[in-house]
């Protein structure tokens, strides 16, 4: 079976840097480990006791652990579970799903289901978006509202726009730099309307202007095109989003999310 790195050693690495990450946490957390059907799923958890759920689900190229510094801003209103998912940057990257089918959709309702949650807000960055899409078709019993950052799976990503200004930057993330990945974004087909038209949870998408690989104009048209249940877009600033990865490690986008879902949506 594939993995997500073609190599050992870069596995070695990216589960090296995991634990360090985890000790380098400005919040208290607990790791769990979840058994499902498609093998195991490591959770992070944070945030304070007693609050509403909210289920955090990354974007490509990084793990839960990588992505909590924009989840500070909401653990003192949230009980925070933060989804690693599987054959991605993640220790546990053994795991391989169908895009095409509801693999990823029964895949998070076993781990809603066996965390308990009820009524949870469900927050998803980039790849997790299209993850979070397919959990809210196969089953959204468990989800009252759902936020999206400059989701994949609602249109294709720009290949051109990649090519030109995306792969000869990609000297930031080192991790590329050293090993070449399995992962192609161009393979995460789109939602089909016959799965859109089955969400009725509230739907909140955030979309860059200027984001490479999914353009806010034509999010938006299709978002508002498929989905009933969308409630608003909400646009992040030109100037804060050069790569679909910093979206969210701007912290004027963290903190427009933060406010935007604690402020209006609790």
């Given at each position: ?129 299209f ?38 930057s ?40 200027d ?56």
């Amino acid at each position: 079976m594939s993995t997500y790195f073609r190599s050992g050693e870069a596995t070695q690495k990216t589960t090296d840097r995991y634990r360090q990450k985890l000790d380098e946490l400005p919040v208290r957390y607990e790791l769990m480990i979840i058994e499902t059907t498609y093998g195991d799923t490591n959770i992070a958890i944070t945030g304070t006791e007693n609050k509403r759920a909210l289920v955090f689900i990354h974007g490509a190229e990084t793990c839960a652990p990588l992505e909590f510094e924009t989840l500070t801003e909401l653990v003192n209103d949230f009980k925070i579970y933060a989804v690693d998912l599987p054959n991605l940057a993640g220790p546990r990257a053994e795991i391989q799903f169908n895009l095409h089918d509801n693999s990823y959709g029964k895949w998070m309702f076993e781990i809603l289901s066996r965390l308990a949650v009820q009524n949870a807000i469900l927050l998803a960055f980039g790849r997790g978006g299209f993850i979070a899409l397919k959990t809210l078709a196969f089953d959204e019993k468990r989800i009252a509202k759902t936020f999206l950052v400059t989701p994949a799976g609602i249109i294709k990503s720009s290949r051109l726009r990649y090519f030109s200004k995306v792969l000869f930057s990609v000297k930031r993330f080192r991790i590329l730099r050293k090993e070449k990945l399995t992962t192609n974004i161009f393979q995460i087909p789109e939602i089909s309307e016959i799965e859109a038209a089955k969400i009725q949870t509230p739907l909140y998408i955030f979309a860059a202007v200027d984001d490479e690989f999914y353009q806010a104009n034509q999010l938006r048209k299709r978002a508002k095109k498929l989905f009933r249940s969308l409630k608003n877009v909400f646009l992040l600033n030109r100037g804060i989003t050069r790569t679909a990865n910093s979206v969210y490690n701007s912290s004027t986008s963290r903190n427009t999310i933060s406010d935007t879902i604690i402020k209006n949506e609790l």
